[in-house]
């Protein structure tokens, strides 16, 4: 089983400042996807982005961008230019490829504030 | 709008009652996975159909189930409730692109349970 490990429960960051959320997971899986997934008030679930395990390239999105390592089973999501949209809960999620079946295993969150 | 819908969004109900949880996916996704929200579980998978089958399940309880239909949309259904019950219930809906699949969130019903 996999188990994703989201160690800062709440985060804050000034507005344009950057900042970075932390993920670990733990896996003896081979072939998988990563992905942050935000959550703002409204409760919606909203892919920010998503990472290929084979792949060493770090994924970027506009503002935000990952640090993949994995040999050190890490999966950091950093947030430029943090705007006051920001603010919600992220979540580090791992995705189990070729089995058929592809649920999200979920860490526990950070929130995010961003604060004017 | 993730072009996912879930019915109701809010629902109050009394402990040992049942409900029934809908889903209706995106046009053409055959995929529905059930995911539940909680302040003590966090958000964890439940159970995932594809095409009228059922493909995994997760942390279901028995006293749970679901089922997807022809039209593709997908019922979750909540029995002996129980105050720890009380969550957000998501769905989402997917079709697989190669190795992966993008899920696409519906709103979630809230579920109270007093």
């Known amino acids: 089983a996999q188990t994703v490990t989201q160690s800062q429960p709440e985060m804050s960051v000034q507005e344009a400042e950057t900042v970075t959320l932390s993920c670990t997971y733990d896996?003896?899986?081979?072939?998988?996807?990563l992905f942050w997934y935000k959550q703002p008030p409204s409760r919606q679930m909203i892919l920010v982005i998503r990472q290929e395990a084979y792949k060493q390239q770090n994924a970027t999105e506009n503002r935000f961008s990952v640090n993949f390592q994995k040999a050190a089973k890490s999966f950091s999501l950093k947030i430029s230019d943090s705007q006051l949209g920001d603010t919600a809960m992220y979540f580090c999620?791992?995705?189990?490829?070729?089995?058929?079946?592809?649920?999200?295993?979920f860490g526990k969150g950070t929130k995010l504030s961003v604060i004017p | 709008d993730s072009g996912v819908t879930q019915t109701p969004k809010h629902l109050i109900t009394a402990t040992g009652q049942r409900v029934t949880l809908r889903c209706s996916p995106r046009s053409g996704d055959l995929s529905v996975y059930w995911y539940q929200q909680s302040l003590d579980q966090g958000l964890q998978f439940l159970i995932h159909y594809y095409n009228g089958e059922e493909r995994a399940k997760g942390n279901i309880l028995e006293r749970f189930s679901a089922q997807q239909f022809p039209d593709l949309h997908s019922e979750l259904n909540l029995s002996s409730l129980e105050l720890g019950d009380s969550a957000l219930y998501f769905c989402?809906?997917?079709?697989?692109?190669?190795?992966?699949?993008?899920?696409?969130f519906g709103p979630g019903t809230r579920l109270t349970v007093l």
């Open positions: 999620a791992f995705m189990k490829t070729g089995a058929g079946s592809y649920q999200l295993t």
């Open positions: 989402a809906s997917s079709v697989v692109s190669g190795s992966w699949d993008e899920q696409f």
């Open positions: 896996t003896s899986e081979n072939n998988y996807y």
